[in-house]
C-alpha cells in the first residue's frame, strides 16, 4: 500500500494505491516499487485532469427587479448568496454540460418595504441534468417604503377594482 499527497492550483490530492497484479514471489520491496510506478504514473493525469469552476458568483449582480412604492429608490439589484463552485473535469465543455436555472418568488415588481438580503428567489446548478447545487437569490439594498407612493397605489388598485367598474362601469 503506499499512499501519496499531491497539490496543484489549490487542489489537494490523495492517492492511494492498495493493491497491485504483482506475482506472489515474496519480495515485499517488488510490491511496494511496482505501487509506487503506478501513482508515479497517475499523480501526473490527476493534477492536470481537474479543475474549479466557477459557475455562479455572489459578486455579480444576476438582475436587477422593480419596487413599488419605494421612497428611496425604484429598483433593487439581486445576487447569488455565495458562489458556487464545481470540482469539474477539463474537458467538460459548460455550455452544453451545465445548466443554471433562476427561479423567483414573485413574478414582476417587488412592493416596498424591501430589506437587504431580503430572499427573492432560488439558483439551481445542473451539471449533466442532475441538480449539484443551489443558493438564494437576495436583494442586495434596502428600499424604504413611501407613504405618498403607497397611498397613490392604492387608490388606484382601487379605481380599477371590479367593484369601481361595475359602478361606473
Known amino acids: 500500500c503506499v499512499v501519496t499527497a499531491g497539490e496543484k ?3 489537494p490530492y490523495i492517492f492511494v494505491s492498495i493493491s497491485e497484479n504483482v506475482p506472489d514471489t515474496g519480495d ?17 493525469w490527476a493534477l492536470d485532469s ?3 469552476l ?11 427587479i422593480h ?7 425604484d429598483s433593487v439589484t439581486i445576487v447569488a448568496a455565495k458562489s458556487i463552485e464545481l470540482l469539474v473535469t477539463r474537458d467538460l465543455v459548460p455550455e452544453e454540460d451545465i445548466r443554471v436555472e433562476y427561479n423567483y418568488t ?14 427573492v428567489g432560488e439558483v ?22 413611501s407613504a405618498a407612493l403607497s397611498m397613490l397605489d392604492r387608490v388606484k388598485s382601487f379605481l380599477g377594482s371590479a367593484f369601481m367598474m361595475k359602478v361606473y362601469g
Not at 28 to 44: E, G, H
Not at 67 to 73: C, I
Not at 106 to 119: I, N
Open 9 to 11: 492550483n489549490g487542489l
Open 28 to 44: 515485499a520491496a517488488a510490491a511496494k516499487v511496482s505501487a509506487y510506478d503506478t501513482v508515479k504514473q497517475f499523480l501526473p
Open 50 to 52: 481537474f479543475k474549479y
Open 54 to 64: 466557477e459557475v455562479v458568483s455572489s459578486l455579480q449582480a444576476v438582475r436587477s
Open 67 to 73: 419596487v413599488k412604492s419605494g421612497k428611496d429608490s
Open 106 to 119: 414573485e413574478e414582476g415588481d417587488l412592493t416596498a418595504p424591501v430589506a437587504k438580503g431580503q430572499k
Open 124 to 145: 439551481r446548478v445542473f451539471l449533466y441534468d442532475e441538480e449539484v447545487d443551489r443558493a438564494d437569490l437576495i436583494t442586495t439594498s434596502a428600499v424604504s417604503e
